[in-house]
């Protein structure tokens, strides 16, 4: 219970440090920031601002606008991996490593808990532009970044029993009547083929017909079949697409960096009425710590970066 606890106290930073690698194409390298004794090199930083760059350049803002942007996503993206080579340094110092088993029992644990086989978890994965190689390294990073914490502010973050009532009492709504969604996708490589896919959903063409002529997702030949999902634990792009999207109506068009999707609700399934405090209390628990841990975390990094020396290059 202990280790499930420390783990869910770091989800709140998915993909944090996300380890950037060489760049496809060509590029002049160089160091743009030291950190003690390790380095952020310019390609690592193109790496991981590529997708918000593209997200940046795909706008409708000014030029002006834009590069302004891209200077404020450089900075952040660059303190993140700043932020992550500290972290891998403090786990080496500890002597903390991840193994596959590791991993594997996290997936699977992910799994019993939202009651997914195999086949429905890398779907509910392309649904948010994901591979199952990519979430692998996320739980990886995730469960690194755990144990390390779990170490470092454990001790600190308590959640009283006054504390689980008053959230109790101030989100009710939320726990009342859950749904899960019926989806299914149209994933398209560019532009030209999402005006095309979109004319053809304007002109009544059915659903299932045009994912099996036109997406491009392994799940094309079943006429974009994902499944039903809680969809609580979809990234904000996924949960905003949604919003105010009723059974038999489709999204908009979700920039996915490398393609676009398009997604249709089957059906929305409600779930009860809403549980008593007793039912939800060990999920209020746990959102608490986590809100309590993420704290104790920025305070514990803030430590770090104070004593550790760092030169931006950039």
């Known amino acids: 219970m202990e280790k499930k606890r420390d783990i869910i106290l770091i989800v709140f930073i998915l993909g944090f440090f996300w380890a950037a690698t060489c760049l496809a194409q060509e590029v002049v390298d160089r160091i743009v920031a030291i950190v003690n004794d390790d380095i952020v090199t310019l390609s690592q930083l193109d790496m991981a601002a590529a997708p918000y760059r593209e997200n940046i350049e795909a706008s409708q803002e000014s030029s002006a606008r834009k590069k302004e942007m891209m200077a404020q996503m450089y900075t952040q993206v660059l303190n993140q991996l700043v932020e992550s080579s500290l972290v891998v340094q403090e786990a080496k110092r500890m002597g903390i490593a991840v193994d ?106 059915a659903f299932s017909q045009v994912a099996k002529d036109y997406s491009i997702g392994s799940n094309a030949s079943s006429g974009g079949e994902l499944g039903e999902f809680d969809i609580s634990s979809f990234s904000d792009e996924i949960k905003k697409a949604l919003e105010g999207v009723g059974k038999g109506q489709y999204t908009k068009p979700v920039d996915m960096g490398d393609a676009f999707q398009i997604l249709y609700v089957a059906d929305i399934i409600s779930q009860g009425q809403g549980p008593v405090q007793k039912e939800v209390e060990k999920q209020i628990q746990d959102i608490l710590y986590r809100e309590h841990g993420e704290a104790q975390f920025k305070k514990w990094m803030e430590n770090l970066k104070n004593s550790a020396h760092i030169k931006i290059m950039i």
């Not at 939320?174 to 979109?198: C, G, P, W």
Request: overall charge negative; aromatic content about 6%; proline content about 0%.
């Open 100 to 205: 596959d088993t590791d991993v594997d029992n996290a997936v699977e644990n992910f799994k019993e808990e939202h009651n997914l086989d195999q086949e429905n978890l890398e779907l509910g994965l392309v649904a948010q532009g994901m591979t199952l190689e990519q979430y692998r390294e996320r739980i990886r990073e995730q469960i690194l970044q755990s144990m390390i914490v779990s170490r470092a502010v454990r001790a600190k973050v308590v959640v009283t029993d006054e504390e689980i009532k008053a959230y109790y009492d101030s989100h009710y709504q939320e726990f009342k009547a859950k749904k899960k969604y019926h989806l299914k996708n149209i994933i398209v490589r560019d532009s030209t083929d999402l005006s095309t896919v979109q004319g053809k959903l304007e002109n009544k063409v």
